[in-house]
C-alpha cells in the first residue's frame, strides 16, 4: 500500500498571545482540530491556517488577542487592510485572495458561535469583495501544447518520465497532487481511464485519458520507472530519483522549466495545464458540465446542482473534443453550455488557492 504524498500539516510558528487558553491563536488550534476530526483534507486544514494567522498578527499588533474583542468595523478595518496591502512585488491581493481569507474567517467565528464562544457572527453581513470572472493568465495554444510536450528528453529515464507526467497533465487536466498521488493501479490501459482516489475534497472520481497519453505512460512503465525503483517499491505511478513520490513543489518547478525552455513567449506551471484542457475542450464545443466533472468540480457556484455525467459519455466526449488524439476526428451533438466563464473562473480561483 502506497504511503500518502504527505501525511501531516506543516507546522507554522505561533501567532498572538499563546499564554491566554482564550486567545484567537487558541480557538484557532481547536478549529483547525475540529476540521481534521472532520475528515477534512490536509492541504484544506493548512489554508485555513494560514488564512487566520493572517488576522491574529494583525489584531495582535493592535491589542486584540481574543474573539470577544472582534466586531463588525474591526472586520471591516481588516478588509480595507488587505484591499491596500501590497505583497514584496508591489501587486495588491487578488480579489479572490481576499474573498478566501474573509470567507476563513466568517466559517471560524461561525464554529466559535455554535462552541458557544461568541454571541453572533460579526462577519456574518461583511460586504465580500466582488470576485472577477477572468479569464486565465497564460493558456496554452494546442500547437504550444505540442511544443512543451516535445521538450523532456525521452532518451533518459527521467526524461521519458516528464513526457509521460505532460502528457497526463495536457489528457486529464488534473491537480499536480492528484497526479503525484497516482500510483500503477490507478491507470486501466484496456478502458482507457484513470482512478483519482482522494482528489480535492477527498473525493474519488474516474476520468477519460487520451490513448498518446496512455502510450506514453506504457512506455515509462516499460522502460524508465524500474530503473528509478529503489529499494521496495512504493507504488507510486511517477517516482523520483530517489523511488519516491513527487513532491508538489518538485512537479511545479518540474513543469515551468519545460515551458520556459519551450520558448513560446509564456510563463505557467502545472495548473496551466488545467485551464489549457478546459478551455480547447470548450473551444471544440464540449459541454462544460463534462469538463466540469473531468476536472473535479463538485459544481461550477454553490449554489448550482452538479449533474453527474457517466464514464462512457465522458470518454466520448473526451475524445472528440481532445486535440491530444491520435489524429482522431468526433463530432458530438451537445449544445454548449451557458457557463463556460464560470468554468474558467473557478480554475482561477483555484490557481490563486495554490
Given at each position: 500500500?502506497?504511503?500518502?504524498?504527505?501525511?501531516?500539516?506543516?507546522?507554522?510558528?505561533?501567532?498572538?498571545?499563546?499564554?491566554?487558553?482564550?486567545?484567537?491563536?487558541?480557538?484557532?488550534?481547536?478549529?483547525?482540530?475540529?476540521?481534521?476530526?472532520?475528515?477534512?483534507?490536509?492541504?484544506?486544514?493548512?489554508?485555513?491556517?494560514?488564512?487566520?494567522?493572517?488576522?491574529?498578527?494583525?489584531?495582535?499588533?493592535?491589542g486584540?488577542?481574543?474573539?470577544?474583542?472582534?466586531?463588525?468595523?474591526?472586520?471591516?478595518?481588516?478588509?480595507?487592510?488587505?484591499?491596500y496591502?501590497?505583497?514584496?512585488?508591489?501587486?495588491?491581493?487578488?480579489?479572490?485572495?481576499?474573498?478566501?481569507?474573509?470567507?476563513?474567517?466568517?466559517?471560524?467565528?461561525?464554529?466559535?458561535?455554535?462552541?458557544?464562544?461568541?454571541?453572533?457572527?460579526?462577519?456574518?453581513?461583511?460586504?465580500?469583495?466582488?470576485?472577477?470572472?477572468?479569464?486565465?493568465?497564460?493558456?496554452?495554444?494546442?500547437?504550444?501544447?505540442?511544443?512543451?510536450?516535445?521538450?523532456?528528453?525521452?532518451?533518459?529515464?527521467?526524461?521519458?518520465?516528464?513526457?509521460?507526467?505532460l502528457?497526463?497533465?495536457?489528457?486529464?487536466?488534473?491537480?499536480?497532487?492528484?497526479l503525484?498521488?497516482?500510483?500503477?493501479?490507478?491507470?486501466?490501459?484496456?478502458?482507457?481511464?484513470?482512478?483519482?482516489?482522494?482528489?480535492?475534497?477527498?473525493?474519488?472520481?474516474?476520468?477519460?485519458?487520451?490513448?498518446?497519453?496512455?502510450?506514453?505512460?506504457?512506455?515509462?512503465?516499460?522502460?524508465?520507472?524500474?530503473?528509478?525503483?529503489?529499494?521496495?517499491?512504493?507504488?507510486?505511478?511517477?517516482?523520483?530519483?530517489?523511488?519516491?513520490?513527487?513532491?508538489?513543489?518538485?512537479?511545479?518547478?518540474?513543469?515551468?522549466?519545460?515551458?520556459?525552455?519551450?520558448?513560446?513567449?509564456?510563463?505557467?506551471?502545472?495548473?496551466?495545464?488545467?485551464?489549457?484542457?478546459?478551455t480547447?475542450?470548450?473551444?471544440?464545443?464540449?459541454?462544460?458540465?463534462?469538463?466540469?466533472?473531468?476536472?473535479?468540480?463538485?459544481?461550477?457556484?454553490?449554489?448550482q446542482?452538479?449533474?453527474?455525467?457517466?464514464?462512457?459519455?465522458?470518454?466520448?466526449?473526451?475524445?472528440?473534443?481532445?486535440?491530444?488524439?491520435?489524429?482522431?476526428?468526433g463530432?458530438?451533438?451537445?449544445?454548449?453550455?451557458?457557463n463556460?466563464?464560470?468554468?474558467?473562473?473557478?480554475?482561477d480561483?483555484?490557481?490563486?488557492?495554490?
Amino acid at each position: 500500500m502506497p504511503r500518502k504524498v504527505q501525511d501531516r500539516p506543516k507546522l507554522l510558528p505561533p501567532a498572538g498571545d499563546v499564554r491566554d487558553p482564550d486567545s484567537l491563536y487558541h480557538h484557532m488550534l481547536r478549529y483547525l482540530a475540529h476540521l481534521t476530526e472532520r475528515n477534512f483534507s490536509l492541504r484544506t486544514v493548512e489554508i485555513r491556517n494560514e488564512q487566520l494567522r493572517y488576522l491574529i498578527l494583525w489584531c495582535d499588533e493592535r491589542g486584540l488577542t481574543r474573539p470577544q474583542q472582534l466586531d463588525r468595523p474591526i472586520l471591516e478595518a481588516y478588509q480595507r487592510h488587505l484591499f491596500y496591502y501590497r505583497k514584496k512585488n508591489g501587486e495588491p491581493l487578488a480579489a479572490t485572495n481576499q474573498h478566501q481569507r474573509l470567507n476563513a474567517i466568517d466559517h471560524w467565528l461561525h464554529w466559535l458561535v455554535r462552541q458557544g464562544h461568541l454571541l453572533y457572527n460579526p462577519a456574518a453581513d461583511l460586504d465580500m469583495p466582488r470576485v472577477e470572472k477572468r479569464l486565465p493568465k497564460a493558456v496554452l495554444s494546442a500547437k504550444e501544447a505540442e511544443t512543451v510536450l516535445a521538450v523532456p528528453d525521452v532518451g533518459t529515464a527521467l526524461g521519458l518520465r516528464d513526457r509521460a507526467i505532460l502528457e497526463t497533465f495536457y489528457s486529464t487536466g488534473m491537480r499536480r497532487m492528484e497526479l503525484a498521488a497516482l500510483t500503477v493501479h490507478s491507470i486501466d490501459l484496456e478502458r482507457g481511464t484513470v482512478m483519482i482516489r482522494q482528489g480535492k475534497g477527498k473525493k474519488d472520481r474516474m476520468i477519460p485519458i487520451g490513448e498518446r497519453a496512455l502510450a506514453w505512460i506504457e512506455q515509462y512503465q516499460t522502460s524508465a520507472r524500474p530503473d528509478l525503483v529503489v529499494g521496495g517499491d512504493a507504488g507510486f505511478l511517477f517516482l523520483n530519483s530517489m523511488g519516491g513520490p513527487l513532491g508538489l513543489g518538485y512537479l511545479t518547478m518540474m513543469v515551468r522549466e519545460y515551458v520556459d525552455k519551450a520558448g513560446i513567449g509564456k510563463e505557467g506551471s502545472c495548473h496551466m495545464w488545467r485551464h489549457t484542457v478546459a478551455t480547447l475542450m470548450l473551444e471544440n464545443g464540449a459541454d462544460t458540465r463534462v469538463i466540469q466533472a473531468m476536472l473535479g468540480h463538485a459544481s461550477l457556484e454553490s449554489t448550482q446542482i452538479y449533474t453527474q455525467v457517466s464514464i462512457r459519455h465522458l470518454k466520448e466526449v473526451h475524445t472528440a473534443t481532445h486535440p491530444g488524439r491520435f489524429g482522431k476526428e468526433g463530432q458530438h451533438d451537445l449544445e454548449a453550455e451557458p457557463n463556460a466563464a464560470e468554468l474558467l473562473a473557478v480554475l482561477d480561483l483555484e490557481a490563486e488557492e495554490e
